[in-house]
């Protein structure tokens, strides 16, 4: 069994900051730090797209969309993966999701961004909101 918490979302002013946390419970048989894991977002009335992955080399792949903008990384030891947002847009209003997948490599899609069916655990969410 699985688990992940995300936190760290709020109500932002446009051009601030914000750094999103999810921290992974495991039980046996999951090893932290081999698998693939990312970031997702949906936004109200939109399908949920994947925005940041790192593969389990620590390589790390961006949509379009959030490049230059977005950092993932994780700390292994804490069992924790990180989202740091800068330069928030309202466009960037949405709930994000952490996923971990069972993959070493997570597979992108169009836009750049892990594809959401390599992912075997969610977490619940948390709400970023961006006002202008």
């Known amino acids: 069994q699985v688990q992940l918490v995300e936190s760290g979302g709020g109500s932002v002013q446009a051009g601030g900051s914000l750094e999103l946390s999810c921290v992974v419970s495991?039980?046996?048989?999951?090893?932290?730090?081999?698998?693939?894991m990312g970031w997702f977002r949906q936004a109200a009335g939109k399908q949920r797209e994947g925005v940041a992955v790192?593969?389990?080399?620590?390589?790390?792949n961006y949509a379009d969309s959030v490049k230059g903008r977005f950092t993932i990384s994780k700390d292994d030891a804490k069992k924790t993966l990180y989202l740091q947002i800068n330069n928030l847009k309202p466009e960037d209003t949405a709930m994000y999701y952490c996923?971990?997948?069972?993959?070493?490599?997570?597979?992108?899609?169009?836009?750049?961004?892990?594809?959401?069916?390599?992912?075997?655990?969610w977490g619940k969410g948390t709400l970023v909101t961006i006002s202008s």
């Open positions: 996923a971990v997948s069972y993959n070493f490599y997570c597979a992108i899609d169009s836009s750049g961004g892990p594809a959401e069916n390599q992912m075997s655990y």
């Open positions: 790192i593969q389990h080399k620590g390589a790390t």
């Open positions: 495991v039980a046996s048989g999951y090893n932290f730090g081999t698998y693939c």
